[in-house]
């Protein structure tokens, strides 16, 4: 390639954010990828299958947007470790990105930048305060990792940091019926959902027929088809009551009795 391709492939991916998650990923985007790359709701949740890719796409996604001045990106993690994993995700974004924008402060969790964005990535505790201070506005995103685990009120506390022009993003797998999450994914219509399901994906397909042998039916249907799991386990297994039920017509008494 001459120097003008290699110029005009650097190009794309600055500008296109799929583009960049390709080039890191080395193959193309999912569709799923793409729609929460791409979205430009003021609230939008994903709800993924595990080791389906959430991480790189949300630090491709992060990469992005404090390319452009004075933006935050706030990442709230359910544990320190989520937090930290992810913000390496943000750094091999923003290194592959080539950009020349200097790193004004650099720790294991918060990127600041020379052109006045930042990327932060905090576990988000059991009630938010570690992100109390914080603003996300004018292009700037407010992400919730994996937000079925996050308690109800480190939302309470945290949506607010969303001020005018800043977006909000919700990606997580299946959590417990009734949390906040859930209740966004089922009732709240205001909300662009997206669905990641590794059963949909010929990519996963090698993870996913090893789990199927291995995994327990409840894990399997929560981790690879998106159910959302109660408050505990169940006494029958989901699979075992629907195939309890029929679209046969009802059998009367009075039937059987005229057939004999």
Known sequence: MNDLGIFLQRLERR??????????????????????LTSSSPF?????SRRIGKSQTTGVL???TVSMPNRTVLILSPTLAQSTLLFKKCLQAWHELGLSIQKTRLT????????????VCVPAGQDGES???????????LIYEEGAFIPDAVFDATLPIR????RILLITTPGRVGGFAHRLWVDNDEVEKITARSTDLP???????FDRKYQPPLTFAIEHELRWSGGGTPFFAPETIE?????????KLRDIYAAA
């Open 15 to 36: 500008t296109d954010p799929t583009a960049l998650l390709e080039h890191i990923v080395g193959g193309p985007a999912d569709d799923w990828q793409r729609k929460f």
């Open 44 to 48: 939008a949740m994903c709800l993924a």
């Open 62 to 64: 992060a990469a992005q």
């Open 108 to 119: 294991q969790q918060v990127m600041e930048l020379a052109n006045g964005s930042a990327i």
């Open 131 to 141: 992100a109390r201070g914080w603003g996300v506005k004018d292009g700037g995103l």
């Open 163 to 166: 001020e005018e022009g800043g």
């Open 203 to 209: 990519r996963m397909a090698d993870k996913v027929a």
């Open 243 to 251: 195939k309890a039920f029929t679209d046969m017509p009802e059998l």
